[in-house]
């Protein structure tokens, strides 16, 4: 059962263009949502946080959204660039037994082209 | 300044060799997770210190095991690898167990 999806698996766009990439959720305790980045063979950089008392966050070109009613979660990235290709991951966090579980989907594969 | 730092990189074993995977911090964090991810796939945890608390998830394999013998070190010990262990493997901390998490940059093993 996967309890965080993300769509698309994988995206290719020319560079210059708006992109969202989603995510979903099916777990009602999830309460923050974060994005992370992850370069190919690479650890996570986290990109954005969003708190359960929080609707969205904005670092740069990047601006996250999240509805806890819906169990859905965006990410835009404004004027995509080449240095944007990586895959890109969101998790979801949930108390479990008294800590932090940080539940991932399989993230989106980006690619910007020239 | 790295602050989760994971070595080696690559690691390359042979099945059934067992092999020691290390992370070590500088943040001076109270917690320390181990996290698996194969290819196209999500991490999915391990196990996790509290201090010298050990959590182990209810899926984990028994062929995996984990020390901390102090607040910067832990290590991830895998008994009889197995070509489906074969995974980029994370390592991250936390102040507390509510805390956000930093993530090292993982360590890819590759099981011949």
């Known amino acids: 059962k996967q309890e965080v999806t993300q769509i698309p698996a994988a995206l290719s766009v020319p560079e210059g263009e708006n992109l969202v990439l989603n995510c979903s959720f099916t777990?009602?305790?999830?309460?923050?949502l974060q994005w992370f980045r992850q370069d190919p063979g690479k650890g996570l950089t986290s990109l954005l946080l969003?708190?359960?008392?929080?609707r969205e966050q904005t670092s740069g070109r990047l601006n996250a959204s999240l509805d806890k009613s819906s169990g859905r979660s965006t990410l835009y990235i404004a004027a995509s660039q080449p240095g944007d290709s990586a895959t890109y991951l969101c998790?979801?966090?949930?108390?479990?037994?008294?800590?932090?579980?940080?539940?991932f989907g399989a993230g989106t594969r980006l690619a910007v082209h020239p | 300044d790295a602050m989760v730092i994971q070595n080696p990189r690559y690691q390359v074993t042979q099945f059934g060799k067992p092999v020691t995977l290390s992370c070590s911090q500088t943040?001076?964090?109270?917690?320390m997770y181990w996290y698996q991810q194969k290819s196209s796939q999500a991490p999915k945890l391990l196990f996790h210190?509290?201090?010298?608390?050990?959590?182990n998830e209810a899926d984990t394999p028994d062929n995996f095991q984990s020390r901390r013998p102090n607040t910067s070190f832990c290590f991830l010990d895998i008994r009889s690898p197995g070509l489906g262990d074969a995974a980029m493997y994370l390592c991250?901390?936390?102040?507390?167990?509510?805390?956000?998490?930093?993530f090292g940059p993982g360590t890819r093993l590759t099981v011949l």
């Open positions: 991250a901390t936390s102040r507390g167990v509510t805390d956000t998490q930093y």
């Open positions: 777990d009602s305790a999830i309460y923050n």
């Open positions: 969003i708190q359960s008392s929080q």
């Open positions: 998790a979801g966090t949930r108390r479990a037994g008294g800590y932090n579980k940080l539940i």
């Open positions: 943040l001076n964090h109270n917690v």
């Open positions: 210190y509290y201090d010298k608390d050990f959590n």
